[in-house]
């Protein structure tokens, strides 16, 4: 068991408020995601955990153990940097077993556990290579096995994939997700990109100033924010935010087409996913400012009403910069916002 629990976590750097009053509680083997934009505290809350920042208040626990007291060295974690830290003078078995003699583990048990580990990663054909003769996916994995060989209670995991190019990061997230379902290891991984939280995690926290806004599986994130913030955020295209006004109670009127909303509000934002729009005889009108055609969907912005709006129209409609479209949204998926962000889920007419 390794269920990892953060209490009202607070950091101050002098007079910049970085973390506040951050409750968490992370459950065995899960693979949880904190993420957020550079300076929202997601790094500064990891290494809060991982002993190498000290936090102003609060408490950190693994089960019924608080180890936010300890020494990192005493905590039994493991950390995965953005620079993999690969020693270039040791082979990759010397390097996986790095940690296992600073624990003065026998030899002969470090060579089972490096054998083990480095199957795991599928390195085992490459224990004698040395970090200049490896792919940086390859530095990567050798990364990961180091962690995983000393039988960490919790991984954690600072934006591990980030210097890697696109096509290597689709690959070894893939294999990372794989290889830490396989080890049964609590996981706390930090990123910016939320393509990657979403193909990896189990729960996303979505952080912003210091706080943790959402904390809900990928598809909770993305189908039901709390708030703007989180709508902005997590989506690529972003959700399109449009500001609709009441023209009775229950009935609001946006781009030119009256939708029923939730009552005793004259003014809304209601936000649609540029995926949830079709094209219709009518509905919103959208005029057709830039076309981008991008192989699965073809991406349509306009300037409609003074505001950016985007649509994914499906890859085989063909769409002439200048038109002007009118597309109907899926009922079901529109999500309605207060004037200060936070979703509404009140009854609608």
């Known amino acids: 068991m390794a269920r990892l629990t953060l209490s009202r976590i607070d950091k101050h750097f002098g007079a910049y408020h970085a973390l506040r009053g951050i409750d968490l509680d992370v459950v065995d083997q899960e693979f949880l995601v904190l993420l957020g934009a550079s300076g929202c505290g997601k790094s500064t809350l990891l290494r809060i955990v991982a002993g190498l920042e000290t936090a102003d208040a609060g408490t950190v ?27 270039p003078h040791m082979t990759v078995a010397d390097n996986i077993g790095f940690g296992l003699r600073m624990q003065k583990w026998p030899t002969d048990q470090i060579r089972r556990k490096v054998e083990e580990v480095a199957a795991i990663v599928h390195l085992e054909a490459l224990l004698q290579r040395y970090s200049a003769q490896l792919s940086g996916g390859q530095r990567q994995r050798v990364a990961l ?23 290597l990061r ?25 393509v990657e939280a979403m193909s990896l995690a189990d729960r996303i926290a979505v952080m912003d100033r210091g706080v943790i806004v959402q904390c809900d599986t990928p598809l909770e994130v993305y189908r039901n924010p709390v708030n703007t913030f989180v709508a902005g955020f997590i989506g690529n295209p972003p959700m399109n935010f449009v500001q609709a006004q009441a023209v009775q109670d229950g009935a609001f009127e946006a781009l030119g087409m009256r939708l029923a909303g939730p009552r005793g509000h004259d003014r809304l934002t209601l936000g649609v996913r540029p995926e949830d729009l079709q094209p219709a005889p009518e509905g919103l009108r959208c005029p057709a ?26 890859s085989g409609r063909a769409v002439t910069p200048g038109a002007v479209l009118y597309l109907q949204p899926d009922m079901s998926r529109l999500r309605w916002f207060d004037a200060e962000g936070r979703r509404i889920d009140a009854p609608v007419a």
């Open 170 to 194: 689709l690959q070894m997230r893939a294999e990372l997700k794989a290889i830490l379902a396989r080890s049964r290891t609590t996981t706390i991984y930090v990123t910016h990109d939320q």
């Open 289 to 314: 400012d830039v076309v981008e055609a991008l192989g699965p969907h073809t991406l349509v912005t306009s300037l409609a009403g003074g505001q950016v709006f985007r649509a994914a129209l499906p």
């Open 61 to 87: 626990h693994i089960d019924d153990e608080r180890i936010d007291t300890l020494q990192a060295r005493d905590r039994r974690l493991a950390m995965v940097f953005q620079n993999y830290a690969v020693f």
């Open 145 to 167: 096995a180091r962690a995983l060989a000393v039988e960490p209670r919790v991984m954690l995991m600072d934006e591990p994939l980030s210097n890697l190019d696109a096509l």
